[in-house]
Structures are given as structure tokens and as C-alpha cells.
């Protein structure tokens, strides 16, 4: 059974980084991309970063572009992404989800785990 | 706003087919597949329809898919009321570097 399972999420000032951690299970983890998709309080979904399968090619949405880094432990099974500079529109639940293939452009996100929550306030 | 526009919210009575419309443009919706996730109230995302029109194993086929041009639409035929959810389109945007997209997300309402 796939499992992902992420943590790390709390309350940040704004300005400040949090580091957040997705471990997964139930698949081989260096086959696939994965992402970080993120969902404001009361709002739709927001696709942040994607990564491929051996951190070849990584993406950014241009509202955190500069401020925020994906990256993946194979070997871990685990997933990351360094959040710098938050500011208040960054808080949101943070999804990891899996990709069905092993670029994190052409596939598309078959499963999600339940999200950490992030908050940004002085 | 979003990149892709859905409608706010829809709705039908039990045993109703209701259809959720995505509009996009050539950068993304018409050049690459579409995909469509529910979320049911306090709950992740679930993927539901992928590649415009295919169906993950265990998705009832009252829920389909197509797109046509720089459209895309949802159908849920026999709505039920597990069916109550947001419903989200997402595609892969070819501007700029490339980033994915996804629609503001449609609120369906059994009545």
C-alpha cells in the first residue's frame, strides 16, 4: 500500500524557514517524480515544486521561485522541501504526492498523503 | 484567480448527471492531458479521471472525462451523494518553464 506521510509543518514567522519532510512507502521511490501541491485555508489547490526521479530536473511556481527548494533522499525513501523567506500567503496544508512517471512534467499525481500544515503569523 | 476556470459550484439531485467544465488555453489544456482529482470534505485529493478521459482502478464509470480543443469537462452520471465534493481539472502549462496548473475547483452539491 503507498504511503505518504509528511511532517514538519508548525508556526513560522514571517521571514523565517521551516523545512518540510514527506516519507514514502508501499512503492520504489527513486522510479517516480514527486511533488509538493499546497491548499490555502478555504482554497483551491496550488502545485509549488516538482522533482524528478533522480533530482535531475527540478520545478517552481513563481510564487515561491527563489525562496523555496525540492529535493529527495532516494535512499531514505523521503522527500523535502526547504521553505526561506515565508511570508503569510505561504500558509496553507502541504501535500506530497506521487507521479506516475518518472519526470515530474508529463504524469500526473496518482496519490496524496494528508497534508502538514504550515503557518505563517507574527 | 486561476489559470484554468471552473465554474464555482454545481449541483443535482440523486440520480442527476452533472457536468463540470475547465477552460483553458493553447499553453496547457490544449496541448496536454487533462486530469481531474475529488476532494471530499476534509480529506486529500483523489485522483480521479486521468489523461482526458481514463479512469484509475476502483473509480465508478459514472464519472468520465473529455476535452476538446482548449476545453475540458466532468461528467457525474447517477449522482450520489458520496459524490458532495470539490472537483479540480489540472494540466501541465507549457509557458514560460512549464509549471502545473490546476482550476479553482467546483463545489458539487447533492440536493
Known amino acids: 500500500e503507498v504511503q505518504l506521510v509528511e511532517s514538519g509543518g508548525g508556526l513560522a514567522q514571517p521571514g523565517r524557514s521551516l523545512r518540510l519532510s514527506c516519507a514514502a512507502s508501499?512503492?520504489?521511490?527513486?522510479?517516480?517524480?514527486m511533488h509538493w501541491v499546497r491548499q490555502s485555508p478555504g482554497k483551491g489547490l496550488e502545485w509549488v515544486s516538482g522533482?524528478?526521479?533522480?533530482?535531475?530536473?527540478?520545478g517552481y511556481a513563481d510564487s515561491v521561485k527563489g525562496r523555496f527548494t525540492i529535493s529527495r533522499d532516494n535512499a531514505k525513501n523521503s522527500l523535502y522541501l526547504q521553505m526561506n523567506s515565508l511570508r503569510a500567503e505561504d500558509t496553507a496544508l502541504y501535500y506530497c504526492?506521487?507521479?506516475?512517471?518518472?519526470?515530474?512534467?508529463?504524469?500526473?499525481?496518482?496519490?496524496w498523503g494528508q497534508g502538514t500544515l504550515v503557518t505563517v503569523s507574527s | 484567480q486561476s489559470v484554468l476556470t471552473q465554474p464555482p459550484s454545481a449541483s443535482g439531485t440523486p440520480g442527476q448527471r452533472v457536468t463540470i467544465s475547465c477552460s483553458g488555453s493553447?499553453?496547457?489544456?490544449?496541448?496536454?492531458?487533462v486530469n481531474w482529482y475529488q476532494q471530499l470534505p476534509g480529506t486529500a485529493p483523489k485522483l480521479l479521471i486521468y489523461?482526458?478521459?481514463q479512469r484509475p482502478s476502483g473509480v465508478p464509470d459514472r464519472f468520465s472525462g473529455s476535452k476538446s480543443g482548449t476545453s475540458a469537462s466532468l461528467a457525474i452520471s447517477g449522482l450520489q451523494s458520496e459524490d458532495e465534493a470539490d472537483y479540480y481539472c489540472?494540466?501541465?502549462?507549457?509557458?514560460?518553464?512549464?509549471?502545473?496548473?490546476f482550476g479553482g475547483g467546483t463545489k458539487v452539491t447533492v440536493l
Open positions: 504526492a506521487k507521479d506516475i512517471g518518472p519526470g515530474y512534467s508529463t504524469g500526473h499525481f496518482d496519490y
Open positions: 489523461n482526458n478521459n
Open positions: 508501499g512503492f520504489t521511490f527513486d522510479d517516480y517524480a
Open positions: 522533482i524528478s526521479w533522480n533530482s535531475g530536473t527540478r
Open positions: 493553447s499553453s496547457n489544456i490544449g496541448s496536454n492531458t
Open positions: 489540472a494540466t501541465w502549462d507549457d509557458s514560460l518553464n512549464g509549471s502545473w496548473v
